[in-house]
């Protein structure tokens, strides 16, 4: 029976509806765990973390030497184990003999893990002490030879996820603190979900996931009924429901062991081969990494399939979950595959390679290349238990602006054409605004902040990431008072010095935009929407939350509550319509509002604002009152204002705020390619 880490029963693998793809790409990862792991995107509330649970209880058991706290195995120990040494299983020895057999282990790293409770640490004090080099493993050391999930990977530190990445791609883990290095195995199948609502993780870091699973909830009512009728009998009688899905889960947990003894008979034919590296060139895929997760997915493929040699469905669908994470290479970008590019690529180059061609020219000898399997029709070969058809997520449709409200008409122009969103003009080269003053809120790269990674900068009394050099000198005066002798220095508590490190932050960037008429020239809103693109790029490169007010009309709107998905505040701003009277103070108003509430939030993020007008106000209350409740807020002002005679008014309203004011053509010249360190607003 499934049971989790607290010895309850676990909601069967067997027993999920519908959702064929992510229980595939978990499964290909089963039998092979070198493709790389999976990364799971979808919105909330459609089981992604009771899927990835229930995948542990499938895994065939591990056999360790007995312990051994990294789970080394006794038919090759690592040699660098640090509790080795380990006896080999060669004659006489008695290793396999005294093997002991664990569980596949399910490792969860939360969001708020540190560095040290994912890697380890070490016990510097004893080191100092007794000379003795004691390593208390991390999570990654828990999770070899099994699963490492993390759920909201999205959501968790850049340096963790680096970290984690990396030890996945090598295969060992790697902790070095003040000259004491320890290395050990930490070869895992890594499964991290996501709402990307809440952020996407950087182009860089998606390639190292090996497959990627777009899941929603189905829109069939009948499925989505039979989800509710499973979810409530399971939480009416846990284990009476799992032992009903005892004979499904034992046959898939066979299937995966007789999969993966297969595997390293299954032959890759060089025509295959032709058409991964073909779709991958063809879907221009930097690197060649994914040329190899393509590879190994379709040979996982075909041990599932219980064939010899990967067929040209295998890879399909092996380019299918491992390429559409790898198309985006701008946050804006929506990851996603051409489905009949893809089968006309397999189809070019399904055939067997042409001769060399003749050395004097003369009449064909064929046609053309012959097919007969004419593309192979396009199935998913998801071939897992269900119960229910899988209603998969669609293709996203795109937006209708006919809903927009744009009720305030323009202020002259043709109005018809002032209703549609003005679309964006090319990308500007911003300049980096900061946040002056010293931080300490979420990681990230805009702003100076006192932060557990980056350049030490100095030390202070304390034991958390020891500083030796400032420990050792403030041991060194009381040496004679303990009657040190001539074995060593000795080290008293009081004596423990940590580091201090200065690192960078992200901040929280609210974007205020005028969308009013004085902006509904649709040249300028274009040049607008370009600018504060741009900016959102920016402010994703260094890991900001962003928010955006719009104010048109008689009244200001939150249109996109502070996220750190920029993708959202991408897709507010194209949908974004002009027109109607400026309420400045409005916009200003909202904006103290919506950063009050932030700040009781998240003290220590702080905040930059970025306003976007010409300055004018044809509405509302006066602009200057409104200024002084963002007194002490760091802010820039982008000026809008065009023409030949410029009335200043952004200029002064820049003044009020204490902000730094740019124009926006400024922003696009490429001679401020030069930084700006701060504004001159206080911190």
């Known amino acids: 029976m499934n049971r989790g880490r607290t010895g309850a029963a676990r909601y069967p693998f067997s027993a999920v509806v519908g959702m064929d793809d992510l229980k595939l790409a978990l499964l290909i990862n089963a039998v092979s765990p070198g493709v790389g792991g999976v990364l799971v995107r979808g919105e909330k509330g459609t089981a992604k973390s009771t899927i990835v649970r229930a995948l542990a209880d499938l895994l065939p058991p591990v056999t360790a030497v007995p312990g051994c706290r990294f789970a080394c195995d006794p038919r090759d120990p690592d040699p660098g184990c640090p509790d080795a040494p380990h006896a080999g299983p060669g004659p006489g020895s008695g290793e396999a003999a005294r093997a002991e057999e664990r569980a596949a282990r399910l490792v969860e790293l939360p969001v708020g893990a540190s560095e040290d409770r994912l890697t380890g640490s070490l016990d510097i004090e004893r080191a100092l002490t007794e000379g003795v080099r004691a390593f208390e493993p991390g999570l990654l050391a828990a999770a070899h030879r099994g699963v490492l999930y993390v759920d909201e990977v999205n959501l968790l530190h850049d340096h963790l996820v680096d970290l984690l990445l990396d030890a996945a791609a090598m295969g060992e883990s790697h902790v070095e603190r003040e000259g004491v290095s320890v290395r050990h195995a930490a070869r895992f199948l890594l499964v991290g979900t996501m709402n990307p609502e809440e952020g996407e993780l950087r182009p860089q870091l998606l390639d190292r996931f090996g497959l990627t699973v777009e899941v929603a909830a189905t829109r069939d009512p009948v499925e989505r009924a039979e989800v509710v009728r499973r979810r409530l009998r399971f939480e009416a009688d846990p284990a009476g429901f799992a032992a009903g899905w005892t004979g499904a889960e034992a046959g898939l947990a066979g299937r995966i062991a007789a999969a993966r003894a297969r595997l390293p008979a299954v032959e890759l034919p ?13 879907f221009e895929v930097d690197g060649l990494r994914a040329d190899l997760v393509a590879a190994r997915a379709a040979i996982a493929l075909a041990a599932w399939h219980d064939r010899d040699s990967v067929t040209e469905d295998d890879v399909r669908t092996a380019a299918r979950l491992a390429l559409p994470h790898r198309r985006r290479r701008d946050p804006f970008d929506a990851p996603g595959l051409d489905g009949e590019k893809l089968d006309e690529v397999l189809d070019e180059h399904g055939a067997p390679e042409p001769p060399e061609p003749p050395e004097s020219p003369g009449p064909p000898d064929d046609g053309g290349p012959d097919d007969p399997d004419g593309g192979g029709g396009g199935g998913s070969g998801a071939d897992v238990p269900q119960d229910a058809p899988q209603d998969g997520p669609g293709a996203e449709q795109p937006s209708d602006p006919a809903g927009q409200n744009a009720q305030d008409a323009p202020q002259g122009g043709d109005r018809s054409k002032e209703k549609e969103p003005a679309p964006a003009d090319a990308a500007y080269k ?3 605004f900061t946040v002056p003053g010293m931080g300490a809120g979420a990681p990230g790269r805009r702003s100076k902040a006192r932060s557990p990674h980056g350049r030490v900068s100095g030390a202070r009394p304390g034991a958390h990431g020891l500083h030796l050099t400032a420990t050792l000198r403030a041991a060194a005066p009381h040496q004679r008072a303990r009657g040190r002798g001539g074995s060593g220095l000795i080290v008293a508590p009081e004596d423990l010095r940590e580091s201090v490190r200065d690192g960078r932050e992200g901040n929280l960037v609210l974007f205020v935009v005028d969308a009013s008429g004085s902006m509904a020239a649709r040249q300028r809103m274009r040049a607008v929407k370009g600018a504060v693109l741009s900016l959102l790029l920016d402010a994703y490169q260094r890991r900001d939350k962003v928010g955006l007010i719009t104010f048109r009309g008689r009244d200001a709107e939150l249109a996109l509550p502070p996220t750190s998905s920029v993708e959202a505040g991408a897709r507010r701003l194209e949908r974004l319509p002009t027109g109607g009277r400026t309420p400045l103070a409005a916009g200003l108003l909202r904006a103290a509002e919506v950063l009050r509430v932030e700040r009781l939030r998240d003290p220590a993020r702080r905040p930059l604002l970025v306003v976007v007008t010409d300055g004018r ?29 410029r009335l200043g008014l952004a200029g002064a309203l820049g003044t009020r705020l ?13 001679a401020l390619a030069g930084v700006v360190r701060g504004s001159r607003s206080a911190a």
């Open 617 to 645: 106000a044809t509405h509302g209350g006066d602009p200057a009152r409104a200024a002084g409740l963002l007194a002490g807020v760091a802010a820039v002002v982008v000026d809008c204002e065009s023409g030949p005679v």
């Open 658 to 670: 204490g902000a730094e004011v740019v124009r926006l053509d400024e922003l696009a010249a490429d």
């Open 270 to 282: 060089d025509a295959a081969l032709r058409q991964i590296t073909a779709v991958c060139a063809a």
């Open 430 to 432: 911003p300049r980096l």
